[in-house]
């Protein structure tokens, strides 16, 4: 990994896929670091079913195999590292690894975002002993158990929907009297037999000694406090940003997303973001692509400048 990239991609999700291939067919030196597997959040869905020319929808690895193996045909070259800082050096940046350091003369940020916790006791003790933030990595571990799914989002309805195949029965917890969810998944949750709703409402611990057995749970409304007995709690209650090794580098916004410009540019040239960093992208995987290749065209511009 010695001498100079044009780019360095921090991310291996759908923008950061995108946007490989579209600087690799522009014949700029590419080089993306992904910490984990490729795929970023999808991977953690059972099925896409809104991405444009899959009219019966796509696996999630099927998706992002396609994509990587297209960011490889062009030429980019994919590297497993976590990037840990990022540093200036003469007129480029330098990206450091836990592995190792990487010269460049670009750096997009495509890094994604992490799943929230509720900082509740018990929360981190139980996590894969009942608590889980992925309903479909641990959704059939919980076959005829009972179990519970906290947030009022269109992913927290997503999960809670997936789960009754599994589950024998399902509460839905929110800490707000409505759902911000989709219409439609509104729907679809209140017709299901398996799911009852407690409107505001928070789980405060979740108790077991090796295993989740139960949640402590407080009303809002009233102040009292419950114990639900479940087997399995999925947390669903949004993401952070991955951005902590660049506070100080860039300007980032309250919720740890670059700040960008026109071009996807952040506040210092040369560096960039796409997908679920940039502070204009929605959460959708459509729109992170088109983020990727928006700043993957901005960065070609800016290297022939």
Not at 76 to 87: I, K, M, N, P, T
Not at 232 to 253: H, Q, R
Request: proline residues 5%; aromatic residues 6%.
């Amino acid at each position: 990994m010695s001498g100079v990239w044009d780019v360095v991609i921090i991310g291996a999700g759908p923008a950061g896929l995108a946007a490989a291939i579209y600087s690799g067919r522009a014949l700029i030196k590419t080089l993306v670091l992904e910490k984990g597997i490729p795929g970023g959040q999808i991977v953690l869905t059972d099925w896409v079913d809104n991405y444009p020319g899959f009219p019966e929808g796509i696996s999630p690895p099927a998706l992002v195999e396609n994509l990587r193996a297209q960011a490889l045909r062009f030429g980019a070259v994919l590297e497993s590292d976590e990037a840990v800082a990022v540093r200036p050096e003469g007129d480029g940046w330098r990206v450091i690894g836990a592995a190792g350091e990487y010269r460049a003369k670009a750096v997009l940020v495509a890094t994604g975002s992490v799943h929230r916790s509720l900082g509740i006791p018990g929360e981190k003790e139980l996590a894969g002993h009942g608590v889980s933030h992925c309903a479909t990595c641990d959704g059939p571990f919980f076959r005829g158990k009972d179990i519970a799914v906290v947030g009022g989002g269109n992913n927290a309805l997503h999960e809670a929907l997936y789960l009754t195949r599994f589950c024998r029965s399902l509460t839905l917890i929110h800490r707000r009297d409505a759902f911000r969810g989709e219409g439609i998944l509104q729907e679809r949750i209140f017709a299901d037999p398996k799911i009852r709703v407690l409107w505001n409402t928070v789980v405060v611990e979740a108790k077991g000694s090796r295993v989740l057995e139960s949640l402590v749970l407080r009303n809002l409304a009233d102040g009292s406090t419950s114990e639900l007995p479940v087997s399995g709690l999925f947390v669903s209650v949004g993401t952070a940003s991955a951005t902590d090794f660049l506070k100080g580098v860039v300007a980032l916004n309250e919720w740890g997303q670059l700040v960008t410009g026109p071009g996807l540019v952040s506040s210092k040239p040369g560096i960039y973001a796409a997908g679920d960093v940039a502070d204009v992208c929605p959460k959708q995987i459509i729109t992170s692509v088109g983020t990727g290749a928006t700043a993957a065209l901005s960065i070609v511009d800016y290297l022939g400048k």
